[in-house]
């Protein structure tokens, strides 16, 4: 079952703040965030592990709330090459890694 | 190390013919995985592999097949092509670790546009 992500578009300026929420209806055992800018394949951002276990890029962290089953992504002090598509993926047992439907973020200078 | 590599990168079929997208990572994942992004849409998971020899399907699975023989490789085969498969297909692979054998990032290949006309 898919997660679902909100909001599905944000348009910034740069230097600004961003969250994107995941959520989920089932237990999770991690969340994964992905980045894809236009025409290219989804890059690997982060993973936040059932526990608390976390990694991170340095103006870009993510917490992971297990008993409600959701994920945000913050994005701090935005550049412009923050900009792309961002999405959350799950995986709530059979190794199965299931993806919302995306949030676009576009930063403006 | 080449990651994951797709091929081809860019084809066009005519309804009802078949064809095998091509699939091949040398990071020794055991982890594989099929997803089909429509234009302006998220990523859909067609088939999965958690080792060679066993997949299962994904949210998508209908009009597709999958076989996994060897750690390395895993082709989607496409059946009586239809203009609904007309998207960009992405093969990803990653690991599983400790004992709940949760995922570690996937590394996604280039992708395959795929045109159905």
């Known amino acids: 079952q898919q997660p679902v992500q909100s909001p599905q578009a944000v348009i910034l300026r740069e230097g600004e703040d961003a969250v994107i929420n995941c959520s989920s209806s089932k237990a999770l055992y991690s969340v994964h965030w992905y980045r894809q800018k236009h025409g290219e394949a989804p890059v690997f951002l982060m993973i936040?592990?059932?526990?608390?276990e976390q990694k991170g890029h340095e103006k870009i962290s993510a917490s992971f709330n297990e008993k409600k089953q959701q994920s945000s992504l913050y994005l701090t002090a935005s550049q412009l090459s923050y900009s792309g598509t961002y999405f959350c993926?799950?995986?709530?047992?059979?190794?199965?890694?299931?993806f919302g439907q995306g949030t676009r973020l576009t930063i403006n200078p | 190390n080449a990651g994951v590599t797709q091929t081809p990168k860019f084809r066009i079929l005519k309804i009802g013919q078949s064809m095998t997208l091509q699939c091949a990572q040398d990071m020794n994942h055991n982890y594989m995985y099929w997803y089909r992004q429509d234009p302006g849409m998220g990523l859909k998971l067609i088939y999965y592999s958690v080792g060679a020899g066993i997949t299962d399907k994904g949210e998508v699975p209908n009009g597709y097949n999958v076989s996994r023989s060897t750690t390395e490789y895993f082709p989607l085969r496409l059946e009586l092509a239809a203009p609904s498969q007309t998207s960009v297909y992405f093969c990803?692979?990653?690991?599983?670790?400790?004992?709940?054998?949760?995922?570690?990032?996937?590394?996604f290949g280039q992708g395959t546009r795929l045109t159905v006309v």
């Open positions: 993926g799950t995986e709530g047992g059979a190794q199965k890694l299931v």
């Open positions: 936040l592990l059932k526990g608390g």
């Open positions: 990803a692979s990653s690991y599983s670790r400790g004992p709940a054998r949760v995922n570690t990032e996937a590394f």
